[in-house]
Protein backbone atom coordinates (compact mmCIF):
# COMPACT_ATOMS: atom_id res chain seq x y z
CA UNK A 1 0.00 0.00 0.00
CA UNK A 2 2.82 2.56 0.32
CA UNK A 3 4.09 2.09 -2.81
CA UNK A 4 0.54 2.83 -4.04
CA UNK A 5 0.39 5.81 -2.05
CA UNK A 6 3.86 6.67 -4.22
CA UNK A 7 2.37 6.54 -7.68
CA UNK A 8 3.21 10.27 -9.16
CA UNK A 9 5.33 12.92 -10.17
CA UNK A 10 7.88 13.11 -6.85
CA UNK A 11 11.89 13.33 -6.22
CA UNK A 12 11.93 12.94 -2.56
CA UNK A 13 10.86 10.94 0.81
CA UNK A 14 11.47 11.09 3.88
CA UNK A 15 10.16 8.48 6.45
CA UNK A 16 9.61 9.52 10.17
CA UNK A 17 10.28 6.62 12.63
CA UNK A 18 12.15 4.27 9.52
CA UNK A 19 13.51 1.62 12.43
CA UNK A 20 16.00 -0.42 10.01
CA UNK A 21 14.80 1.18 7.23
CA UNK A 22 13.01 -2.19 5.44
CA UNK A 23 10.21 0.01 4.07
CA UNK A 24 12.93 2.80 2.78
CA UNK A 25 14.76 -0.57 1.22
CA UNK A 26 11.73 -1.24 -0.47
CA UNK A 27 11.25 2.07 -1.80
CA UNK A 28 14.77 2.69 -2.98
CA UNK A 29 14.58 -0.71 -5.10
CA UNK A 30 11.37 0.47 -6.63
CA UNK A 31 12.35 4.45 -7.41
CA UNK A 32 16.29 4.10 -7.55
CA UNK A 33 17.05 7.33 -8.68
CA UNK A 34 14.81 9.00 -5.99
CA UNK A 35 15.96 10.80 -2.72
CA UNK A 36 14.74 8.85 -0.24
CA UNK A 37 15.73 9.40 3.32
CA UNK A 38 14.44 8.30 6.73
CA UNK A 39 15.16 9.68 10.34
CA UNK A 40 14.30 7.94 13.85
CA UNK A 41 16.01 7.93 17.40
CA UNK A 42 16.37 4.87 19.41
CA UNK A 43 16.33 7.25 22.68
CA UNK A 44 13.16 6.17 24.50
CA UNK A 45 13.43 2.61 23.12
CA UNK A 46 14.57 -0.11 25.49
CA UNK A 47 13.52 -3.58 23.64
CA UNK A 48 16.64 -5.46 22.30
CA UNK A 49 15.22 -5.54 18.93
CA UNK A 50 14.88 -2.02 18.42
CA UNK A 51 18.96 -1.07 19.66
CA UNK A 52 20.71 -0.55 17.00
CA UNK A 53 18.06 -0.40 14.17
CA UNK A 54 19.32 3.15 12.43
CA UNK A 55 22.65 1.50 12.25
CA UNK A 56 21.24 -1.25 10.73
CA UNK A 57 19.46 0.84 8.30
CA UNK A 58 22.98 2.64 7.05
CA UNK A 59 24.53 -0.56 6.78
CA UNK A 60 21.94 -1.23 4.05
CA UNK A 61 23.38 1.64 2.21
CA UNK A 62 19.97 3.73 3.24
CA UNK A 63 20.44 7.42 3.93
CA UNK A 64 19.02 7.61 7.91
CA UNK A 65 19.89 9.46 10.41
CA UNK A 66 19.15 9.86 14.12
CA UNK A 67 16.16 12.45 15.11
CA UNK A 68 13.34 13.70 16.75
CA UNK A 69 10.15 13.63 15.44
CA UNK A 70 9.29 16.42 17.34
CA UNK A 71 11.60 18.69 15.85
CA UNK A 72 12.90 17.36 12.69
CA UNK A 73 16.17 18.38 11.26
CA UNK A 74 15.09 19.82 8.34
CA UNK A 75 14.02 22.95 6.53
CA UNK A 76 10.40 23.90 5.29
CA UNK A 77 9.34 21.86 2.57
CA UNK A 78 12.21 19.80 2.05
CA UNK A 79 10.59 16.65 0.38
CA UNK A 80 8.04 15.82 -1.70
CA UNK A 81 6.73 13.17 0.48
CA UNK A 82 6.51 12.40 4.21
CA UNK A 83 5.19 9.28 5.87
CA UNK A 84 5.22 7.33 8.82
CA UNK A 85 4.22 3.57 9.52
CA UNK A 86 2.86 2.83 12.94
CA UNK A 87 4.81 5.80 14.43
CA UNK A 88 2.18 7.66 16.58
CA UNK A 89 0.54 4.14 17.58
CA UNK A 90 3.63 3.97 19.53
CA UNK A 91 3.99 8.10 20.95
CA UNK A 92 3.10 9.66 23.77
CA UNK A 93 -0.24 11.79 23.62
CA UNK A 94 1.43 15.16 24.06
CA UNK A 95 3.90 14.49 21.37
CA UNK A 96 1.36 13.34 18.28
CA UNK A 97 0.45 16.78 17.22
CA UNK A 98 4.24 18.02 17.31
CA UNK A 99 4.88 15.06 14.90
CA UNK A 100 1.89 15.53 12.59
CA UNK A 101 2.45 19.53 12.52
CA UNK A 102 6.36 18.79 11.78
CA UNK A 103 5.43 16.15 8.89
CA UNK A 104 3.56 18.99 7.54
CA UNK A 105 5.97 21.45 8.12
CA UNK A 106 8.60 19.42 6.18
CA UNK A 107 6.48 18.11 3.00
CA UNK A 108 5.79 19.60 -0.38
CA UNK A 109 3.14 17.41 -2.16
CA UNK A 110 2.34 14.65 0.25
CA UNK A 111 1.69 13.37 3.68
CA UNK A 112 0.75 9.85 5.22
CA UNK A 113 0.20 8.17 8.45
CA UNK A 114 0.03 4.37 8.31
CA UNK A 115 -1.54 4.39 12.26
CA UNK A 116 -4.33 3.36 14.41
CA UNK A 117 -7.23 5.25 13.20
CA UNK A 118 -10.80 5.34 14.76
CA UNK A 119 -13.34 8.26 13.99
CA UNK A 120 -14.96 7.14 17.05
CA UNK A 121 -12.28 7.59 19.42
CA UNK A 122 -10.89 11.16 20.82
CA UNK A 123 -9.19 14.00 18.26
CA UNK A 124 -6.86 14.59 21.36
CA UNK A 125 -6.28 10.58 21.16
CA UNK A 126 -6.40 7.73 23.84
CA UNK A 127 -4.84 4.68 24.94
CA UNK A 128 -5.86 0.98 23.76
CA UNK A 129 -6.28 -1.30 26.21
CA UNK A 130 -4.92 -4.85 26.21
CA UNK A 131 -4.32 -7.21 29.32
CA UNK A 132 -4.35 -4.41 31.70
CA UNK A 133 -1.77 -2.46 30.04
CA UNK A 134 -1.23 0.67 28.13
CA UNK A 135 -0.21 -0.58 24.96
CA UNK A 136 -1.13 1.47 21.71
CA UNK A 137 -2.47 4.58 20.97
CA UNK A 138 -4.99 5.57 18.92
CA UNK A 139 -6.99 9.02 17.77
CA UNK A 140 -9.28 10.05 15.27
CA UNK A 141 -6.68 11.50 13.33
CA UNK A 142 -8.88 12.68 10.29
CA UNK A 143 -10.73 14.84 12.83
CA UNK A 144 -7.56 16.38 13.70
CA UNK A 145 -6.23 17.02 10.51
CA UNK A 146 -9.60 18.21 9.51
CA UNK A 147 -9.95 20.84 12.75
CA UNK A 148 -6.01 21.97 11.15
CA UNK A 149 -7.99 23.00 7.73
CA UNK A 150 -7.10 20.18 6.19
CA UNK A 151 -8.56 17.38 3.86
CA UNK A 152 -7.18 13.88 4.69
CA UNK A 153 -8.13 11.10 3.01
CA UNK A 154 -8.97 7.91 4.89
CA UNK A 155 -7.98 4.11 3.49
CA UNK A 156 -8.64 1.52 5.59
CA UNK A 157 -6.21 -1.32 5.52
CA UNK A 158 -7.27 -4.67 4.96
CA UNK A 159 -6.89 -7.09 8.11
CA UNK A 160 -5.29 -9.69 5.35
CA UNK A 161 -2.41 -6.62 5.51
CA UNK A 162 -2.31 -5.29 9.02
CA UNK A 163 -4.16 -7.88 11.23
CA UNK A 164 -5.04 -5.94 14.03
CA UNK A 165 -7.57 -7.05 16.91
CA UNK A 166 -9.59 -3.83 16.44
CA UNK A 167 -10.12 -2.73 12.71
CA UNK A 168 -8.50 0.65 13.38
CA UNK A 169 -5.47 0.28 10.44
CA UNK A 170 -5.74 3.01 8.41
CA UNK A 171 -3.43 5.46 6.09
CA UNK A 172 -4.16 8.42 6.69
CA UNK A 173 -3.45 10.64 3.23
CA UNK A 174 -2.74 14.75 3.27
CA UNK A 175 -2.43 16.57 0.13
CA UNK A 176 -1.05 19.47 0.23
Keep these: MIL ?88 KIEDYPLIIKEALRVAKKKVFFIELHSENKSKTGEYYWQSGARTRFVADFKGYLNDLGYKPIVKSIPKEIWDWKEDWGSIIIVNL
Design 4 to 91: EELKGKWKSILEIGCADGINLLEIKREYPDRIVKGVDTEMFWDEPDYTGCVMKAISRGLDVSFGDARKLPYKDNSFDIVFSKALLVMT
